[in-house]
């Protein structure tokens, strides 16, 4: 009998570490690929609304400990897969609360330091802002290999970063890519050295985090609102997002910086 593991356990699988302005949440479980289970799931989507709520982390960074950022959900006896295969019904699922659902709600920008990566592990990654690969990695959407679709919002971001004609290629062949491909094909911007793949995302986020976070956050929002609404609906939204950004103390600071000729300081205020 598989005994399922305990919170303190799981809680040593999915680790938030703070730095400065940075959150940098990792999945840690390398033995088995960073493969996800159940409770791995509630884990990861507690550490990603904790940082988004800390009012003093400006960006996410989302990664895996060893070559595998996740390697999918758990196909073991405590996994989500075969809990899910040990029942004829389909279980009631609480979609608003699930790690690609809160992904794409979060305002903070989010980096993945992307490993190899397949199946649930590269919707994660398709769920973050900005990916950076590791040149060793491989990247596989075999979905259809395995019977079933991507479920956890591939479908619908592949179309959006690749176009159809390349998303449709990619999911219905389930082709493994290496990093340079994925690169080649905007699925990633940037691949670099494994051992460097950590630090390049870091400071990547510094430099992200030097800038008035509360003008980054409502950049992201309207990027993210713009996919689904038309140009003129978009620049009145975009209008009203100026209003409180125009009365903020950071506004003040970055034009006073600018004439002064200096560095702004921020405080997201």
């Given at each position: 009998?598989?005994?399922?593991?305990?919170?303190?356990?799981?809680?040593?699988?999915?680790?938030?570490?703070?730095?400065?302005?940075?959150?940098v949440?990792?999945?840690?479980?390398?033995?088995?690929?960073?493969?996800?289970?159940?409770?791995?799931?509630?884990?990861?989507?507690?550490?990603?609304l904790?940082?988004?709520?800390?009012?003093?982390?400006?960006?996410?960074?989302?990664?895996?400990?060893g070559?595998?950022?996740?390697?999918?959900?758990?196909?073991?006896?405590?996994?989500?897969?075969?809990?899910?295969?040990?029942?004829?019904?389909?279980?009631?699922?609480?979609?608003?609360?699930?790690?690609?659902?809160?992904?794409?709600?979060?305002n903070?920008?989010?980096?993945?330091?992307?490993?190899?990566?397949?199946?649930?592990?590269?919707?994660?990654?398709l769920?973050?802002?900005?990916?950076?690969?590791?040149?060793?990695?491989?990247?596989?959407?075999?979905?259809?290999?395995?019977?079933?679709t991507?479920?956890?919002?591939?479908?619908?971001?592949?179309?959006?970063?690749?176009?159809?004609?390349?998303?449709?290629?990619?999911?219905?062949?389930?082709?493994?890519?290496?990093a340079?491909?994925?690169?080649?094909?905007?699925?990633?911007?940037?691949?670099?050295?494994?051992?460097?793949?950590?630090?390049?995302?870091?400071?990547l986020?510094?430099?992200?985090a030097?800038?008035?976070?509360?003008?980054?956050?409502?950049?992201?929002r309207?990027?993210?609102?713009?996919?689904?609404?038309?140009?003129?609906?978009?620049?009145?939204?975009?209008?009203?997002?100026?209003?409180?950004?125009?009365?903020?103390?950071?506004?003040?600071?970055?034009?006073?910086?600018?004439?002064?000729?200096?560095?702004?300081e921020?405080?997201?205020?």
């Open positions: 009998m598989t005994t399922q593991p305990d919170i303190a356990d799981v809680e040593e699988e999915v680790l938030l570490e703070k730095h400065d302005h940075l959150a949440i990792t999945l840690n479980r390398p033995e088995f690929q960073n493969t996800i289970t159940t409770l791995m799931l509630d884990t990861l989507c507690e550490r990603m904790e940082a988004e709520a800390d009012p003093d982390i400006r960006v996410i960074i989302l990664n895996g400990r070559r595998f950022f996740c390697g999918g959900l758990d196909l073991r006896g405590s996994g989500v897969a075969a809990n899910l295969t040990k029942s004829q019904r389909i279980p009631e699922l609480d979609l608003r609360n699930t790690p690609p659902t809160v992904l794409n709600k979060i903070k920008p989010i980096i993945c330091a992307m490993g190899s990566s397949a199946g649930y592990g590269l919707d994660l990654a769920g973050c802002d900005i990916r950076l690969v590791a040149k060793s990695a491989r990247i596989s959407a075999a979905f259809v290999k395995r019977g079933v991507p479920e956890s919002g591939g479908t619908w971001f592949l179309p959006r970063l690749l176009g159809w004609s390349k998303a449709a290629e990619l999911i219905f062949t389930g082709r493994v890519l290496t340079e491909q994925a690169k080649d094909m905007g699925l990633v911007s940037d691949c670099v050295e494994d051992d460097k793949l950590l630090d390049s995302a870091i400071e986020a510094n430099e992200i030097m800038n008035a976070p509360l003008a980054v956050q409502s950049s992201k309207m990027m993210r609102m713009g996919l689904d609404e038309g140009f003129e609906d978009h620049v009145y939204r975009v209008f009203l997002q100026l209003i409180p950004l125009l009365k903020s103390e950071d506004f003040k600071e970055g034009m006073t910086a600018f004439m002064e000729r200096r560095d702004p921020f405080h997201g205020r």
